[in-house]
């Protein structure tokens, strides 16, 4: 996205919204212009909500904490199952002293370490060492403020899975996703997508009942200024219109928008990318 584009996102959103979040599939701190976006930011009303890797954060840290846009820093730690285990415990490492830096200069700054795994059998051994180390970090270490109770991932289950670390910082376990995806010969849910960017074999059952807070409490804006209904969809499959075009409020309010919403509202997935959608299992029927 370049500058030009992004300034018109954050006019527009001002509009309709106090929060903005640099995701929807990528590594944000990656963009060359990640820093003029932050002071970008800064001038507007609007709030930022990071979803990191966090394998940037050494180099990136000191830059987040300065900004008095950034509100929220999610980690998706869950993605270190996947790396070799030096990388994933130096990675882990580098997480952990931004946020005992952030405990000290940013006691504001919301943190969630995420753990977006549950149910994967082959997580579990970097689950166990994960919640080993922010023990270590921050409940048995000499510098804790003060008593802390052990960390346990049998402390998580499906009503409660946030859990306080210290401050600000959370613990939060969810269940593993797969990046839906329509068919664009067919426009049938055909095939998903996991969180390494892989598709996976086979029909992908067809689900017409559910809901979803897209359009409700979120909407996506892609790189080439496309609007999405939701922030699974980096692909496009549901694009209501382009920010350069019109104004955002004016795309909320399309025909295929309201659709989608009158939809959700009465429990209804009417378009093939929803039906084909794992993550909105999570809102319940």
């Not at 504001?108 to 977006?116: Q, T």
């Not at 970090?137 to 008593?147: L, Q, R």
């Not at 998580?156 to 990046?179: A, M, N």
Request: hydrophobic share 35%.
């Amino acid at each position: 996205m370049s500058s030009e584009l992004f300034e018109r996102c954050i006019a527009e959103a001002a509009t309709v919204a106090e929060n903005v979040y640099f995701h929807v599939l990528g590594e944000p701190t990656l963009h060359p212009g990640f820093g003029l976006f932050l002071k970008k930011l800064e001038e507007t009303p609007l709030k930022l909500n990071l979803t990191t890797n966090g394998t940037t954060i050494a180099r990136t840290g000191k830059q987040i904490l300065a900004s008095p846009a950034v509100r929220q820093v999610n980690f998706s730690t869950h993605a270190y199952a996947e790396l070799p285990q030096d990388a994933a415990l130096a990675h882990l490492q580098e997480v952990l002293d931004f946020c005992k830096m952030a405990n000290a200069v940013r006691p504001d700054l919301y943190i969630n370490l995420r753990l977006w795994n549950v149910g994967n059998a082959a997580s579990h051994s970097w689950n166990e060492t994960f919640i080993a180390k922010v023990n270590d970090a921050f409940v048995n270490s000499s510098d804790a403020t003060k008593a802390a109770p052990q960390i346990s991932l049998e402390h998580f289950c499906s009503r409660h899975k946030s859990f306080p670390v210290t401050g600000r910082i959370y613990l939060h376990q969810d269940s593993r996703f797969e990046w839906p995806k329509v068919d664009e010969r067919t426009g049938s849910a055909l095939q998903t997508k996991d969180e390494r960017g892989e598709y996976s074999e086979g029909k992908n059952p067809k689900n017409t009942a559910g809901t979803c807070r897209a359009l409700d409490t979120h909407v996506a804006i892609l790189h080439d200024g496309r609007i999405v209904a939701c922030c699974l969809d980096h692909s496009g499959q549901i694009t209501l219109g382009h920010i350069q075009e019109q104004s955002l409020l004016e795309i909320l309010d399309t025909p295929t928008a309201r659709n989608l919403r009158e939809g959700f509202e009465k429990h209804e997935l009417r378009h093939p990318f929803c039906q084909s959608c794992s993550f909105c299992k999570r809102f319940g029927k």
